[in-house]
Structures are given as structure tokens and as C-alpha cells.
């Protein structure tokens, strides 16, 4: 590794727009680049992304990361990405043209064939993959794009189609068509991948009707996945080193890396991990087993709980209702008022993810009076975080057999003082937030590092993970016990 090659550019490709990050050599960030990300909604629980406005967006960050750096193309080490996971793109491996759109981890059009499979297939789907049967994973969701795309199809049949999640398709774009793979912790949220096994399951693949011959390698996440070739931006030769999807991504720029380590990530959704070490754990509890990174990137596990409708609350209200401006006007409006005058928002707009796992249901605004005003609705969608964090929390508790002693959290959402603040009196812990915010990129970053020895030890990457701020919790026990009472009343008006 040569000194002019001094820093790691970690892209992180998100459900609304796409992050990079410039890493130098003691993981501080140098400079960022942020594009905006379009949904399609064609119809009612239906999310699309286009994939090359998915791909477009990362070469609008890329750069402006750099510019903002002031580093060279030839000035970058390594590359590492991560990715919304479930998410499936298909393309033609001979042109590299996307067949349809993606259909995007948030998507319900499945949800019929799920309860199908609940019925069926539970126990066998959760048994080798770590997963319950929801829509949320992308094994229905290819299915069902086989079964109606008759583009697909033919493609499929010619042996030119290739499938991956968002990752596979950036790996495939960054070394210009020469590579086709994927990581363990994306591949374990197909529901074709086994927990166990580590590989692709032929009787899941025979269940969902998916040839073998669509489906990338599978690699490890600190490892080797090309080089970069023909990438406007980018110099040809720079080694792709680091994959993993977002929270798996995440936990690891946290630093939690062993047993017993927890993060939670505030972004469009909230994902709640538990490290579990080198055995995957099976819930009890509604939430998921999946795969990890252990201290160097290897495939370890952990627990997951995973929140559909999280920061995407605060942007409802300011793309949808028009109550804020801004996302960042959330915080002064719900500090306006003493409290939420008794509303409470479940933002069930897409179903209920851990632990209730039901498609089924819808969002509801409950508790709403002649006073309630639009400071009342933004405290109760900042709440609403909390109180579905809360839940997970409590069931993850209840897989591990030990109580949470603290909360590294991340992502967006958690400049906001006020929802970390009241995360930490609901759930009687301290709440930990790193200066680096950003750990999905990081952690993507420092995997790519590790591969190419641009670190030569975990040990060097402890300065990226320092602290910002800790919340302790200032409410008594009472008022915690009271306010999940109020939220439980207004979720089981939907739950029945």
C-alpha cells in the first residue's frame, strides 16, 4: 500500500438517497457527498426504485465526497460499500441493462404469498435461514418479479439474467460488469441463503422457483469483490474490499463485534442488533437470526429486530402532511409542548415489523382532541421511535437472557436530542452516540481497510468509534411503565 494512496472511500446506498465518505488513516471522515434518491410508488404497497437512478445517485455522491475532501481519484485506497438491504434488482448480464425496476425492502406486494407460506412453510424457511416468512425479504419478492416479468423469464432461461441485492448490483457497476457477488450478511436476508450452511439452498430456490444460475458468489464481507474499472470519478484499479449490508454494516462501525454488543440504527426504518457470536441464536421473541461480522469481518451472528417506519415518520410529515419544512424542525416543535396532549402515531404505514410481523395492518393517529395541534403530531412521530425501539429492546432482552446495560445507536435521526433523550427515559439505560454518526458508511469503510491491510489491525480502528454524547436517563420507572401502557392501548386498537 503506497502513502499516496491515503484514504478509503465508503459508499453507502440508502433506501432514500446515497452517502460516501472519505476515510483517512485514522478513520476520521474528511469529507462527504449525499445524493437524493427517488421512490416510485405505482401502487398502494408497492415501493420501486429505478436501478439507474440507484446507481446515478452514487456517482453524484462519489465526487462530492471527494471535492469536499480535497482528494484525487488516484488518492483512494480501496472501496467499500453497503447497502438497503432485501431490495432486488434484476439486469441482463450481456448488456448490464436493469429488467424493471427494484422492488425495494419496504414493497408488501407479496404479502398474500407470505400468509401462504406461513401455513405452509414456516417452520423449514425459519429453520434454515434464520427468517420469518414477510414480505420484507427478497425471496417472494423475486418470485413474484420472475412470475410477472416475462423479460425475466426468457432471460432467465438464456442464462443472462442476474439477480442481487443492491450491493451485487454496485459491486457489478464499480468493476464494470467483472464481478457478480454478494456477502453472507446480505445473502442471509433472502431467505435462500442458509444461517448455518452458508450457502444457497437448492429446496429454498426450488420453493420460490429461482434458477441457480441467476443467484451472484457469495464472498466475505472483508475480502475481494474487483476492481474499479470504468467508473466516471474513480480511478480503474481500486480494490472493492468491503460489502455489507446497512445494520450488519452498521454494527460492525460500532465496534460491536462480540457477544453481547448492541446498536441500534435510527434511519428510515430502526434495526436493533444483538451480537451473538459465532452460533446463530433463534428467537423466541419475533425477532430475526442473521449474519454478522465478527472482530475482523468475518461471518459471525446476531439478532435483529427491525422497525419498517422509523425516521420515515418525520420525512410523512414533512413530504406528506406538510407540517414541517424540514426534518430537523421536528425537534423545536416537539419540544413546544409539555407532551403529546395523549396522541399517539403507530406509523404502521407498510405493516408492523418485529416483533409483531403483521403485513396486515395500517398506520393509525389515535387520541386526537379539538387541542391537538401540529407540535402535538411531531412529538408523537418522534415517540413513536422510541416506543417501537422499547419493544424491541424488551423482546431481545427476553432471546438473550439478560438485561440491556446501554445503546449505541446511529443513523440519522440521532441528532435529534429530544428522541435520544427520550430513548434513553423509556428505555432506563444510557444511550451512546459516536461523533461518527454515520457508522453504516464506516463500517463499510473500515471492512474494506481491513482487506487490504490499509489497517493492519482492528486495534487501529478504535479512534473512528469514539463517543459524542451519553443520555442518561432521567425519568423514574413509573412514568416509563405509563407511557408503554399508553402506546400498547393505541397498538392493540390495531392488533386486535
Not at 82 to 101: A, K, Y
Amino acid at each position: 500500500m503506497t502513502r499516496s494512496k491515503s484514504f478509503v472511500l465508503a459508499i453507502d446506498q440508502g433506501t432514500t438517497g446515497t452517502t460516501a465518505l472519505v476515510l483517512d488513516r485514522r478513520g476520521a471522515v474528511r469529507g462527504r457527498g449525499y445524493a437524493e434518491l427517488p421512490q416510485h410508488f405505482p401502487k398502494p404497497g408497492w415501493v420501486e426504485h429505478d436501478p439507474d437512478e440507484i446507481w446515478a445517485s452514487v456517482l453524484a455522491a462519489v465526487p462530492r465526497a471527494l471535492a469536499a475532501a480535497k482528494v484525487r481519484r488516484d488518492q483512494v485506497a480501496a472501496i467499500g460499500v453497503t447497502n438497503q438491504r432485501e431490495t432486488v434488482v434484476l439486469w441482463d448480464r450481456r448488456t448490464g441493462e436493469p429488467v424493471g425496476n427494484a422492488i425495494v425492502w419496504q414493497d408488501r406486494r407479496t404479502s398474500e404469498r407470505c400468509e401462504q407460506l406461513k401455513r405452509r412453510a414456516a417452520a423449514t424457511i425459519r429453520q434454515a435461514t434464520g427468517l420469518v416468512c414477510d414480505p420484507y425479504f427478497s425471496g417472494t419478492k423475486l418470485e413474484w418479479a420472475l412470475a410477472h416479468n416475462a423479460r425475466a423469464r426468457r432471460l432467465a432461461r438464456a442464462g443472462r439474467l442476474a439477480f442481487g441485492t443492491v450491493d451485487s448490483w454496485l459491486v457489478w457497476k464499480l468493476t464494470g460488469g467483472a464481478v457478480h457477488a454478494t456477502d453472507p450478511t446480505n445473502a442471509s436476508r433472502t431467505m435462500l441463503f442458509g444461517l448455518r450452511s452458508r450457502r444457497w439452498e437448492r429446496p429454498l430456490l426450488a420453493r420460490f422457483g429461482v434458477p441457480m444460475s441467476v443467484l451472484p458468489e457469495v464472498r466475505a464481507s472483508s475480502g475481494d469483490f474487483g476492481v474499479t474499472r470504468g467508473v466516471r470519478g474513480l480511478a480503474d484499479g481500486v480494490p472493492v474490499a468491503g460489502v455489507a449490508g446497512d445494520q450488519q454494516a452498521a454494527l460492525f462501525g460500532q465496534g460491536c463485534v462480540k457477544p453481547g454488543q448492541s446498536k441500534q440504527t435510527y434511519g428510515t426504518g430502526c434495526f436493533l442488533l444483538l451480537h451473538t457470536g459465532a452460533r446463530p441464536v433463534v428467537s423466541r421473541a419475533g425477532l430475526l437470526t442473521t449474519i454478522a461480522c465478527g472482530p475482523r469481518g468475518e461471518a459471525a451472528y446476531a439478532l435483529e429486530g427491525s422497525v419498517f417506519i422509523g425516521g420515515a415518520a418525520i420525512q410523512w410529515l414533512r413530504d406528506g402532511l406538510g407540517i414541517l419544512s424540514k426534518a430537523s424542525e421536528s425537534e423545536s416543535l416537539a419540544r413546544s409542548v409539555p407532551d403529546t396532549g395523549g396522541v399517539v402515531l403507530v406509523p404502521a404505514f407498510v405493516g408492523l415489523g418485529a416483533p409483531w410481523w403483521r403485513s396486515d395492518v395500517r398506520g393509525a393517529l389515535t387520541g386526537l382532541t379539538r387541542g391537538t395541534t401540529r407540535a402535538h403530531v411531531a412529538r408523537a412521530a418522534l415517540e413513536s421511535l422510541a416506543f417501537q425501539t422499547c419493544d424491541l429492546a424488551e423482546a431481545m432482552e427476553r432471546d438473550a437472557g439478560a438485561r440491556l446495560r446501554a445503546l449505541q445507536v446511529d443513523g440519522g435521526a440521532t441528532a435529534n436530542d429530544f428522541l435520544m433523550q427520550t430513548q434513553a427515559d423509556l428505555l432506563g439505560v444510557p444511550v451512546r452516540r459516536p461523533r461518527v454518526v454515520e457508522t453504516t458508511a464506516l463500517g463499510a469503510g473500515l471492512l474494506a481497510g481491513l482487506a487490504t491491510r490499509f489497517w493492519s489491525s482492528p486495534r487501529e480502528l478504535e479512534h473512528a468509534r469514539r463517543l459524542d454524547r451519553e443520555f442518561k436517563p432521567r425519568r423514574p420507572a413509573a412514568w416509563r411503565r405509563a407511557e408503554m401502557k399508553r402506546w400498547h392501548e393505541a397498538l392493540g386498537m390495531l392488533l386486535g
